[in-house]
Nanobody, 124 residues
Framework: QVQLVESGGGLVQPGDSLRLSCAVS????????MGWFRQAPGKEREFVAT????????YYADSVKGRFTISRDNAENTVSLQLNSLKPEDTAVYYC?????????????????WGRGTQVTVSS
């Protein structure tokens, strides 16, 4: 059974940083591409970042480019998202997702497994 468990969310002030982590159970983690998505109150879930199975291909949403960094550790079955220079509009529940296809993708429909999310709130 595949499980994705996010951690690292919290309440921070504008300009602060957070590091989100996603621990993935399952023997095929290194074959999967991974993604982070977020959903703000009253809005649809949106793409944030994705990384291919090797880590060689990475894409970001324009709204987070230059501020967020996605990375993965295939030995530890984890994927992380470093959030810097946080803004109030980054407030959302952040979800980790896994795609068995292996190629980095921003398409939510491609992802096969999802975590339950971790709340990030940016407020002064």
């Amino acid at each position: 059974q595949v499980q994705l468990v996010e951690s690292g969310g919290g309440l921070v002030q504008p300009g602060d940083s957070l590091r989100l982590s996603c621990a993935v159970s399952g023997r095929n983690f290194s074959r999967w591409s991974m993604g982070w998505f977020r959903q703000a109150p009253g809005k649809e879930r949106e793409f944030v970042a994705t990384i291919s199975r090797s880590g060689g291909t990475i894409y970001y949403a324009d709204s987070v480019k230059g501020r967020f960094t996605i990375s993965r550790d295939n030995a530890e079955n984890t994927v992380s998202l470093q959030l810097n220079s946080l803004k109030p509009e980054d407030t959302a529940v952040y979800y980790c997702a896994a795609d068995e296809g292996g190629a980095a993708t921003a398409s939510e429909q491609r992802y096969d497994y999802w975590g339950r999310g971790t709340q990030v709130t940016v407020s002064s």
